[in-house]
């Protein structure tokens, strides 16, 4: 994490690895908006993001259900190039509707992130969340426990800037 971040912000940026990377991240979860639960995982998985060498540039936190996770992710891929991560609706429950949300906007599944994901530990067999494209975005749905999101994204970071500069257009041969 050189200093030197700073001066290579707009898209034409050398294919060195020295180009800031961007994320953003959100928070799905009925109790984090209602009051009754501070978002750590949110919290947690800004950090993770920020040691990896992301500028996190938006946190937001939406309710559990399809069209919240679906209206949320359709804004904040727009005109975005870099990585947004969700936390939390990945499970069994009713209100897990994380996946079904972002199924509706993906272009593109990422089922190998996807899956890279759920071999992180037995409990991540539990988890249905999807990983995907939409435009020059991609988006990873992680657990809604702060151990478990940071673990899922750190089990696929090192191939995510080499996707991100493919997406992106870059020529990497």
């Known amino acids: 994490m050189a200093g030197s971040h700073a001066a ?21 979860s009925d109790g984090v908006i209602a009051g009754t639960r501070d978002d750590r995982s949110g919290e947690a998985l800004g950090e993770a993001l920020a040691g990896a060498g992301y500028e996190v540039v938006e946190r937001r936190v939406v309710a559990d259900g399809v069209d919240t996770v679906a209206d949320a992710l359709r804004s904040m891929s727009d005109r975005f190039e870099g990585l947004i991560v969700s936390t ?12 079904e949300g972002t199924r509706a906007v993906i272009e593109r599944e990422a089922p190998g992130l996807a899956e890279a994901m759920r071999l992180v530990n037995p409990l991540g067999r539990l988890s249905r969340g999807v990983a995907g494209i939409i435009g020059h975005a991609i988006v990873l749905n992680t657990p809604g426990s702060t151990k478990g999101c940071v673990e899922c994204f750190e089990a696929v970071a090192d191939v995510l800037p080499h996707a991100l500069a493919l997406l992106a257009g870059e020529r990497l041969h």
């Open 88 to 99: 939390g609706g990945t499970g069994f429950t009713e209100r897990d509707l994380t996946p």
């Open 8 to 28: 290579h912000h707009h898209a034409h940026s050398p294919p060195d690895g020295e180009h800031q990377l961007a994320a953003k991240v959100l928070t799905v």
